[in-house]
């Protein structure tokens, strides 16, 4: 017999008690009878049948008949799996990073997300409850992978990461009302293309029709055309166009051999584009919309970029733009940090977006998402690792029906869920395989302990750390001995 392919056994459940004082006997029994109860199983004393319990209960493989009619009971085969005591996986991969215990079994989880061979992909997902301990494990990963001369890139929108920045030795990137750091987003870089690619003017027109999107609104195909003629007209006016040839510098001497690559000071920025869309009439109302850019409270966009990012650790804190304005932020680092990232494939490489429902949920428009979904999707091919950090669950799958929270979540090899309320787990059950099981388990974790999904297994892991660790993340004192030893 079979129901949705499952076999139907026949379950037998015996369990013994020892003590050599009658009174406490009694005691084990009615603690042992409650305990199971609560669970909401029956039980039975087999006060006739002892010695018959006590043999089967025992490793030679005796079901004694006698017992068998009152005892067994039906169960389909994912009911009977739960009853194996040893069913707990264990991931401890050679060259990983300790992450911390398996909660039933208590062995070591050692993750190598970067191990190609095992992995498709070293992407994660963490998804969990303010207070569950997402944003603890992810200053872990950073530091650990730190260690490991990691390059790592973070867009930090609640100013957590400044301390593990101060402590690595890391470049922090503020940008704000009070911030001296700029970056412009008309730049074009030369790690932009790989070496014997073509297309740079195209490739950087892809990228500011998304985040035009982001301050024009929802636009439709003709607005779209309009703001691209007009984005050409004014690389025209730098002498750059669709020639890639003209995004270098000409030699005035013959000292140079090698071309020079054309820097922010050679690029257009938010006020030139602001001049020229109000030369007609058609485009007035897209300028009308950059005022606060050029000359309001967001003029901080309107600079070239005066910083130079050669640390393995870069944090862009865009913390004070504000709830309103913190997608223009987190777009404008995501596109350098990407840039960053294609610069050489042999080196290992993550980048951090917390928060990224902002960049693909309701609040976002499809060009945005698309370009997260494509850093996803193809960063395995560049060494490196995206890390999507959320506890909006609900408003990562608002967009286009949760088309591009699906896409992000199912190029994750790794998925990491900490205690979520009981409407994300509804959610998240529409996009992944949890069980009944699992989902009881999501809802019931305590802080710093989180399911792991890792390839095809299923982990309920603690998330472990050194004192010194602790220090660190938490912006304590610590001894730099110690940690020059743990390292």
Known sequence: MQVNNEELYFLYIYVTTFSNDIKELEYFLNKIEGMIQGKGMQTRRAYFRQEQAFLTALPIMENNIDLKDSAKRNVLTSGLMATYPFIS????????????????????????????????????????????????????????????????????????????????????????????TYINIFDIRQESMEENEQGYLANKINKLIGFFNLIFGKLDEEEKAILEDKIIQLYELKGINFDDKTLFKESKNKVYIKPIFKDTYDMPILEEFY?????????????????????????????????????????????????????????????????????????????????????????????????????????????????????????????????????????????????????????????????????????????????MFIGGEHILTKIESADFERNIIDGGEVNEKNYNSNR
């Open 275 to 451: 001049e020229l869309l109000g030369k007609e009439e058609k485009t007035k109302k897209f300028q009308i919309k950059l005022i606060p850019f050029v000359k309001g409270s967001l003029k901080f966009f309107n600079n070239y970029t005066n910083v130079e990012l050669s640390s393995l650790l870069i944090i862009a804190d865009v913390y004070e733009l504000g709830e309103d304005n913190l997608k223009y932020g987190m777009y404008l680092f995501t596109d350098l940090f990407w840039d960053k990232i294609k610069k050489d494939r042999k080196k290992k490489k993550a980048i951090y977006l917390d928060e990224i429902w902002r960049l693909i949920g309701v609040t976002s428009n499809k060009e945005v998402a698309s370009f997260i979904y494509k850093i996803f999707k193809t960063i395995r091919k560049y060494g490196g690792s995206s890390v999507a950090i959320t506890q909006d669950v609900s408003d990562l799958f608002s967009l286009e029906e949760g088309t591009y929270g699906k896409s992000i979540l199912n190029n994750s090899e790794i998925k990491t869920f900490f205690s979520l309320e009981e409407e994300n787990i509804k959610v998240l059950e529409k996009y992944t395989n949890l069980s009944e099981k699992e989902k009881i388990e999501i809802k019931s974790l305590k802080r710093g302990e989180c399911l």
């Open 89 to 180: 996986s264990a991931i401890f991969d050679e060259e990983g990073i300790f992450i911390g215990t398996n909660i039933y079994n208590n062995s070591l989880v050692f993750i190598d997300r970067y191990n190609s061979n095992k992995y498709k992909n070293a992407n994660i997902c963490i998804f969990g409850t303010s207070g569950a301990g997402k944003s603890f494990y992810t200053k872990l990963l950073v530091l650990r992978n730190r260690l490991l001369g990691i390059e790592q890139y973070i867009i930090d929108p609640d100013r957590e990461y400044g301390n593990i920045c101060n402590y690595l030795g890391g470049t922090l990137l503020k940008i704000g009302p009070s911030s001296q």
